[in-house]
């Protein structure tokens, strides 16, 4: 059996004000201050820190607000998407071709919270 190399990508979080939100985490983590918008990316703060994404919340807060995103070397994410079901996942969508920096599968874990597993291209 083949060791996972999954680390932690981002976190994502759906916010009312997405631009405060993500002053209050960059002020715990520890990252420069981000620029105002409708969506802000916190990059990580150190090698081995995390990025926080940042969006507006969509409707009222009885749903899910915050996700994971995985990320696996590039060219693994089909093979760890299949290992991740085998354990009781639940394949959502795919999304290969949004942007040309990543692609990634949304899952959903047993009790339904989804996460995205995400590999990006060799630069």
């Given at each position: 059996?083949?060791?996972?190399?999954?680390?932690?990508?981002?976190?994502?979080?759906?916010?009312?004000?997405?631009?405060?939100?993500?002053?209050?985490?960059?002020?715990?983590?520890?990252?420069?201050?981000?620029?105002?918008?409708?969506?802000?990316?916190?990059?990580?703060?150190?090698?081995?820190?995390?990025?926080?994404?940042?969006q507006?919340?969509?409707?009222?807060?009885?749903?899910?607000?915050?996700?994971?995103?995985?990320?696996?070397?590039?060219?693994?994410?089909?093979?760890?998407?299949?290992?991740?079901?085998?354990?009781?996942?639940?394949?959502?969508?795919?999304?290969?071709?949004?942007?040309?920096?990543?692609?990634?599968?949304?899952?959903?874990?047993?009790e339904?919270?989804?996460?995205?597993?995400?590999?990006?291209?060799?630069?």
């Amino acid at each position: 059996m083949t060791t996972p190399q999954i680390t932690l990508g981002a976190i994502n979080l759906e916010a009312s004000d997405p631009t405060q939100l993500s002053r209050f985490w960059a002020s715990v983590i520890g990252a420069a201050p981000p620029a105002a918008g409708d969506t802000v990316y916190l990059p990580p703060a150190g090698p081995a820190g995390f990025a926080m994404f940042f969006q507006p919340l969509d409707g009222d807060r009885g749903h899910q607000t915050m996700h994971l995103d995985l990320t696996v070397p590039w060219g693994s994410r089909t093979a760890e998407v299949e290992r991740i079901i085998g354990l009781g996942a639940t394949f959502q969508w795919d999304v290969l071709d949004e942007v040309p920096h990543v692609q990634w599968t949304t899952l959903a874990d047993p009790e339904g919270n989804l996460f995205c597993v995400a590999e990006h291209p060799p630069a």
